[in-house]
């Protein structure tokens, strides 16, 4: 029985849920905050199928009684083919921003479903109380009486704290009966408003607080559940394709200035279509000479695709975020365009640039100081450096793939039934990178192809100057029926000399943003950054003083797409490479004979420029395309070893 | 009649209002705010904190060289008032850096902007001693390829976590991601591109799809995010960075104005030089907020103008931008009549009052320590937190590299030290972010009196 206080109490209540929602008189008295329910949304809620609602969970079920007292579980109020709003509120509840503000919200739906009953026919309230001493059937049915009569509203309580308990869990709703100073329950509870959104198969679509609770909100959230095409096309609508794929999504150029404005692409759009990479290996493009193979690892699909996959595996690092992929990202040239010089794990500093790896298939030396001599060995250098992968031996790499569930079987049927090693990885992904070669540029087509019209006059002029007064070819080399535009060995140019013995300026002029520059003093920049480790180029591998500070002549194949450059990444743009060779490199005691003042003018240099841009095989966006249809290996819970739930720390 | 019946029912429901918040135990009420940095739909910790809870980076060669999550007792009535009662290691040095509360404030989200990964605290069960409920390892896997979870923002049973970067290129273009709390990926928003605006309007010059900070407007059905730097840059020796000229291309100009419900972006804003924290106002007419560039050192004021167009200008220089403070953390007062705001290099806290938040005018400076990065406010902002830690490779070198946990009184005029804890001292690693924890959010587990407690003088 409830008392006469009690009785009293509801029907305030009650009428204060009726008058929710009305807009307030105005006033000059500062009320205490109130849900923005009952001054009215300041906005228009989106319309239906605007949007998406992904699920947010099912809706878990449990023992409840309904107004009549039957014991019932939860699910039997749900289905119907109807969307059902979950609310959890307790009978005595005062809080106005709680229980009675939930309680009027979804009276005013109700009152709103009247005005339109298709969707009210597909709508269904649930009030579920959180007090089962107090709220037996017998008051629920009372606080209810008025708004089960006009709609589909349904009252529910729980026969005990032991039934309640396993519900208010799954719900994430936390209940906690309030306390005096002294420890002594109070008759009020705390908890945090939540009311949810359930669609027909009962899963959770929403969940509002007090921030979110308007009833037109809800109701066009109840019909974009109810729409039959969820709004997928919606998402593709104006979008654009801007350009080809080899190209930094994150387009800088002419940053330097205050009128630059962004061309970004879609990281999200990034999609590719897998190609046939061996036919590059088994016939080269023009310009390029027959691709060497090893005798103990000629190429084949299994090896290529597994190489592939290993190349763009984040897991085969010590902390699972780096693969090769990450410093050679292929439409940035398979190198980095964002950085001067690599960063490595944990953000540790690399002292290069990193290299390019297309047609690195002809090289008998890697690396910039060329201290490697197959792409089958080279691939253990990244692993095992500190400053790039940083796994901690060759033996924990080799582990961790046997260990990927992802990798079972591949390299068994890749290597004639041998597993995972030191060598087998090598050579996959050897076989991989041995397949980017790429050439057939418009330099390629009007040189070897007999094209005049391939390449523009300027271009033409430029290739004179190259083989002739600049003579740049006498390292990058340019064959009778091939170019690899490398001579396969070091040379001083300066640029390393400069690094180690030049004096760096007082001021360093930083850009902070388009066209905005400031000068830092060195002081400053000391105070956050480490001394530059030294880099002694061919030494550090020969031990020969002859040898410092020589490093590899690099292919100019694809030299329009690999900035910035030089073994320190220091020159932005081909034009500031032309200009630092034209000054003659960097004048020392080892400075290679062949680094000399070019005298230049400036239609010679702009001609040069144009020619190497003439170098961009015809291939790469096949390339590149291959590369983004490549999945990028990321831990999943698929993955050993890996602590997903608390009890590896406790 | 009809007026007569609101005034009465008005009434009525004030002095509900009232009279149930005088039973809320007077600490803590179920209500939009809460201390003042943080999102707007949990509870919040009106008096005095009991704990602020420290997500601290691991330093190689300091004590175990592990993250950890420290916590502070900061009651001056605690016995352990002003030390460590609490070291939580997580395994790895992953990047530590920010954390969020979910809106029923069991639970602390942290990430980590190296390893991506999330670790889901339980800080109500013992909220002198935090434990480790869940570790989410898959983060970028599920998100499609989302790198550097930062800010972990709650709304409602959910958390929205903003990326930094992605595992395609290290660069900055990013998303948001939205978990449910209990740790299930809900979906991924990327930001706007140039490629793909999703209905965006770019309203200037940049589309640069980056992204770092997120708070909500709710009652404007508004989102904003703000953009820092991709993996690449946040990662990288700071000294290093700064003379690298193709890194310094790749920070943020843009702040994103997002349909809150839709999850849609509506307005890209030129914002340039690495907007950095977002605070929104807090009272109900103020339909703005802010945001600072950390590169060219301005206060940009992100408003509602009277067609009701959202739109972001430059407010006030933050002290000499040619000499590049750095202006990092910020906290608003709850009336928003102003805030504190931390610049990194000068180790300084700058008060700017804002009686006019289209100019925002300095009052008060004090240096804090060699370097600082983020502050905390108590929610009457008597109490103010300040750490030292940036980024691991960002920090200051050698002896300017201090870490630190410092407590300060603000009487609004100046701050005061109240205590100190050295972090290298302590072996503890990097101080960062902190959140505050209070015995009177979960009343079941308060202890009959102040826990006695035994303090850290190390890391477990």
Known sequence: ?650 | MRSETLKKWRRTVLAIGLASSAAMAAMVTPAFADETCMSPYMAKIVGQEDFVYVWTLGIEGVGDGQDKLVTVDVNPKSKNYGQVIHALSVGGRNEAHHSGLTDDRRYLWAGGLDTNKLWIFDVHTDPAKPRLKKVVTDFVAKSGGVVGPHTTYALPGRMMITGLSNNKDHGGRTALVEYTNEGEYVATYWMPTDENLQGAVKSGKYADGYGYDVRVLPRRNMMVTSSFTGWSNYMMDFGKMLQDKEAMKRFGNTVVIWDLHQRKPKKVLDVPGAPLEIRCAWQPTNNWCLTTTALTSKVWLIYEDDAGEWQAKDVADIGDPSKVPLPVAFSIAQDDSGFLLNTFMDGKVRYFDLSDPHKPVQKYEKVIGKQVNMISGSWDWKRQYFTSSLLANWDKKGGDGEQFFRAYDWDGEKLTKRFEIDFIEAKLGRAHQMRFGAYALYAKHRPAQQPEGSALASAE
């Open chain 1, 1 to 650: 029985m409830l008392s006469m206080m009690s009785r009293g109490f509801l029907s305030s209540l009650l009428s204060i849920v009726v008058f929710a929602g009305t807009p307030f008189a105005e006033t000059s008295d500062k009320p205490l905050v109130l849900a923005p329910f009952y001054t009215e949304a300041e906005f228009d809620p989106p319309p239906p199928g605007s949007y998406a609602l992904p699920m947010l969970g099912y809706a878990s079920d449990g023992a409840i009684l309904n107004t009549l007292g039957r014991s019932e579980s939860l699910h039997e109020h749900f289905g119907d083919g109807k969307v059902v709003l979950l609310s959890f509120i307790f009978s005595t509840c005062t809080d106005i921003n709680g229980c009675p503000l939930a309680t009027a919200v979804m009276y005013r739906i109700q009152q709103k479903l009247k005005d339109d009953p298709a969707i009210g026919e597909r709508f269904r309230m649930i009030s579920l109380s959180f007090d089962p001493a107090y709220d037996t059937p017998e008051v629920m049915a009372l606080y209810g009486s008025d708004f089960s009569q006009q709609g589909d509203w349904r009252f529910l309580t729980t026969a005990s704290w032991d039934d309640l308990q396993p519900i208010l869990d799954s719900y994430g709703q936390s209940v906690i009966q309030d306390i005096d100073e002294n420890g002594k329950p109070l008759p009020s509870f705390s908890h945090i408003l939540r009311v949810f959104l359930i669609d027909p198969d009962k899963r959770i679509r929403n969940i509002y607080s007090v921030s979110f609770l308007n009833p037109d909100l809800i109701l066009n959230d109840a019909r974009t559940v109810l729409m039959a095409d969820e709004p997928g096309t919606d998402r593709q609508a104006g979008l654009q394709k801007v350009s080809t794929l080899s190209k930094p999504g994150d387009y800088k150029e002419g940053y330097e200035s205050d009128d630059y404005r962004t061309r970004s692409h879609a990281v999200e759009l990034r999609t590719g279509q897998k190609a046939d990479l061996l036919t590059f290996i088994e016939n080269p493009p023009l310009g390029l000479p027959a691709v060497p193979q090893p005798e103990n690892n000629p190429a084949t699909p299994a090896k290529l695709e597994l190489g592939r996959k290993l190349f763009f595996d984040r897991r085969l690092s010590l902390n699972d975020t780096f693969s090769c992929a990450m410093c050679h990202v292929p439409e940035q040239g398979f190198t980095n365009n964002e950085l001067a010089m690599a960063v490595g794990f944990e953000g540790r500093s690399v002292r290069r640039n990193s290299s390019t790896i297309y047609n690195t298939a002809y090289f008998t030396r890697l690396f910039h100081d060329g201290r490697e001599e197959s792409l089958e060995q080279q691939v253990w250098g990244p692993f095992l450096a500190p400053n790039e992968m940083a796994n901690p031996s060759v033996g924990a790499v080799i582990s961790k793939i046997r260990r990927m569930p992802d990798y079972a079987g591949l390299f068994e049927a890749a290597f004639d039934g041998r597993g995972v090693s030191m060598e087998t990885v090598g050579m996959a992904l050897a076989v991989y990178q041995r397949a980017l070669v790429s050439g057939n540029s418009p330099f390629d087509r009007w040189h070897y192809g007999g094209e005049q019209a391939a390449l523009s006059e300027s271009a033409k002029r430029g290739f004179e100057i190259f083989t002739g007064k600049a003579n740049c070819s006498s390292c990058h080399t340019v064959g009778k029926g091939y170019a690899l535009f490398t001579d396969d060995r070091l040379h001083n140019t300066g640029m390393g000399y400069r690094e180690s013995m030049g004096i760096k300026p007082e001021k360093q002029r930083v850009l902070l943003a388009p066209g905005v520059y400031v000068e830092v003093d060195r002081e400053t920049i000391e105070s956050v950054g480490l001394p530059r480790p030294p880099d002694l180029g061919l030494y550090e591998i020969t031990q020969n003083p002859h040898d410092r500070w020589k490093y590899r002549t690099p292919t100019l194949r694809n030299v329009a797409l690999t900035a910035p450059y030089m073994h320190n990444g220091s020159l932005s743009t081909l034009r500031d490479v032309v200009e630092f060779y034209n000054n003659g490199g960097v004048p020392n005691e080892l400075l290679d004979p062949r680094v000399r003042p070019l005298e230049l003018s400036d239609e010679e240099i702009d001609d040069l420029v144009v020619f190497m841009r003439s170098l961009t095989g015809d291939n790469v966006d096949t390339i590149v395309a291959d590369a983004f249809a490549a999945p990028v290996g990321d831990i999943t819970i698929d993955d050993p070893n890996w602590a997903h739930e608390a009890t590896a720390y406790d």
